[in-house]
């Protein structure tokens, strides 16, 4: 899909549109805790909540009793809000995430939020003959690694390459219009796509997270816009006011400027009300 208005905001899951670790949230609410952690001293992490799946089915649990714990998963009404006013205002909305396609479709289907996204680049799932959930890799690092040295991207996904790709297929479908790119994450995996974007682009690190840290270790390192957040509050009204403030940018740069789309008063009144925008954060050592 192509965005309507030629801004690609890329959510993580994890920790940014629901606010908890996925994996741990369905280990910990089934009672498997103790196992997990476990399992994590002796293989990859992907490979443990795969094999934490077997032990679960293997105990009597259920893909259903899985999906009812991911329904209570915490998701702030501000992040949903977002992904709502982003998708009308014509965003092309995409999920980059090293959770997993069951457990992502689980909690965006309960919020009524999967058509919202064009597309879900994750760690595959699927229920094997037996009912167990089986969850593989993005990436079969058991075939080859991927390749990737910054050294912050586990062995199962580079989503710095994801990203590249996203980027590639979206241009392509986009033809000559230029496209603009929002990222938003929050942990160690998310620092390689972070430092992928370009100068027009923006980035919208969780502050006190991971990838806030590794980013503020050398900020001159990031070429794309820095924009932090902390909460779902706070995301939504950055995440919107950088919506707006490119939808301005993009318009003024034609031959004839044409009065800007009525969309914009989708927006909430908070977010509306000071235009222009946020200038990006500097920071220093």
């Known amino acids: 899909m192509a965005a309507g208005n030629g801004i690609v905001v890329v959510f993580d899951f994890d920790k940014t549109i629901i606010d908890v670790d996925s994996d741990n949230w369905v280990v910990d609410g089934l009672g498997a805790t103790h196992e997990f952690d476990r399992l994590l001293t002796t293989m990859p992490w992907n490979t443990a909540i795969d094999t934490m799946m077997g032990e679960l089915h293997a105990r009597g649990r259920t893909l259903h009793d899985v999906a009812d714990v991911l329904r209570a998963a915490p998701l702030d009404p501000r992040v949903v809000a977002a992904i709502r006013a982003c998708h009308a205002l014509g965003c092309d909305l995409r999920i980059l995430s090293d959770a997993n396609r069951f457990f992502i479709d689980a909690v965006l289907d309960h919020h009524g939020l999967r058509g919202y996204f064009s597309e879900v680049t994750t760690n595959t799932s699927r229920v094997d003959a037996v009912g167990r959930l089986r969850i593989a890799p993005y990436h079969d690092f058991h075939a080859a690694p991927h390749g990737c040295c910054l050294g912050t991207c586990p062995p199962n996904m580079c989503k710095g ?90 318009e003024s740069k034609l031959p004839r400027p044409l009065p800007l789309d009525c969309n914009l008063e989708l927006l909430p009144a908070a977010v509306q009300d000071g235009l222009p925008m946020p200038a990006p954060l500097r920071i220093s050592h």
């Open 161 to 250: 390459q994801a990203l590249d790709r996203i980027r590639a297929t979206s241009a392509a479908a986009a033809g000559s219009k230029t496209l603009r790119f929002i990222y938003l994450g929050d942990g160690r995996g998310d620092y390689c796509p972070s430092l992928r974007l370009g100068r027009e682009d923006l980035v919208m690190p969780r502050k006190g997270f991971p990838v806030w840290d590794l980013i503020c270790e050398d900020p001159a390192l990031l070429q794309a816009e820095l924009h932090p957040w902390s909460d779902g509050a706070e995301m939504e009204e950055t995440l919107l006011r950088l919506v707006a403030r490119v939808l301005i940018e993009e």
